[in-house]
């Protein structure tokens, strides 16, 4: 089993930029390619950026491309998003996710632990 817990959400004003966290413990010993994804109120969780085991290939949606940005530290356990230039669409409980394996997915029933979510919310 894996335990992740996110952190570093809050609010911000549109164009602000926010980092958060996601700490992983227990067997952590295994490879694991980590996902973020998110979940705006009425809306389905979407894919937003994703990562692989050595961090050396990432992947983003489209809807935050050249804004967000991915990156992990394996000697932490720890995986970090990013997020710059803000705009309220970008609203939303964020979720950070791990798939056991070297690669990541896109697709959220792909990845086999979930934190706890931590809310994002951009002001106009």
């Known amino acids: 089993q894996v335990q992740l817990v996110e952190s570093g959400g809050g609010l911000v004003q549109a164009g602000g930029s926010l980092r958060l966290s996601c700490a992983a413990s227990?067997?952590?010993?295994?490879?694991?390619?980590r996902g973020w994804f998110r979940q705006a109120p009425g809306k389905e969780r979407e894919f937003v950026a994703a990562i692989n085991w050595s961090g050396g290939s990432t992947y983003y949606a489209d809807s935050v491309k050249g804004r967000f940005t991915i990156s992990r530290d394996n000697a932490k356990n720890t995986v970090y998003l990013q997020m710059n230039s803000l705009k309220p669409e970008d609203t939303a409980v964020y979720y950070c996710?791990?798939?056991?394996?070297?690669?990541?997915?896109?697709?959220?029933?792909?990845?086999?632990?979930w934190g706890q979510g931590t809310q994002v919310t951009v002001s106009s």
């Open positions: 996710a791990a798939r056991m394996g070297s690669y990541y997915n896109t697709v959220a029933r792909d990845y086999d632990y």
């Open positions: 227990g067997r952590t010993s295994r490879t694991y390619a």
